[in-house]
């Protein structure tokens, strides 16, 4: 089973970019079938899908967060990143990367991380 662990800046300010890397160990990004998400639950409120990559490099994001989000990958250190543009306090989650095989599967999470937006 594949571990992943996000890592980014705990503290963005309204406006600006939030940046956020998946690293994954135990399996290569690469694998067929297997598809690389992000996750965030906002305080108080249940989780929200925002999109994935696939282990070919497509992506898929929820209609909701399209405008704003981007998903992109680094096969050679074995990660893949979100990024969500034009940030405000709403945006204020815990960020979880998950993983599974099959687009909308979760077989494997990381332990999340807390990012809060505000100046």
């Known amino acids: 089973q594949v571990q992943l662990q996000e890592s980014g800046p705990g503290l963005v300010k309204p406006s600006q970019t939030l940046s956020l890397t998946c690293t994954v160990s135990g399996g290569s990004i690469t694998t067929n079938s297997y598809y690389w998400t992000w996750i965030r639950q906002p305080p108080g409120k249940g989780l929200e899908y925002m999109g994935a990559?696939?282990?070919?490099?497509?992506?898929y994001y929820s209609p909701s967060l399209k405008s704003r989000t981007s998903i992109s990958r680094n096969t050679s250190k074995n990660q893949f990143t979100l990024q969500l543009n034009s940030v405000t306090p709403e945006d204020t989650a815990v960020y979880y990367c998950a993983a599974g095989i099959g687009l909308g599967t979760f077989g494997s999470w990381g332990q999340g991380t807390q990012v809060t937006v505000s100046s």
């Open positions: 990559i696939g282990y070919r490099g497509g992506t």
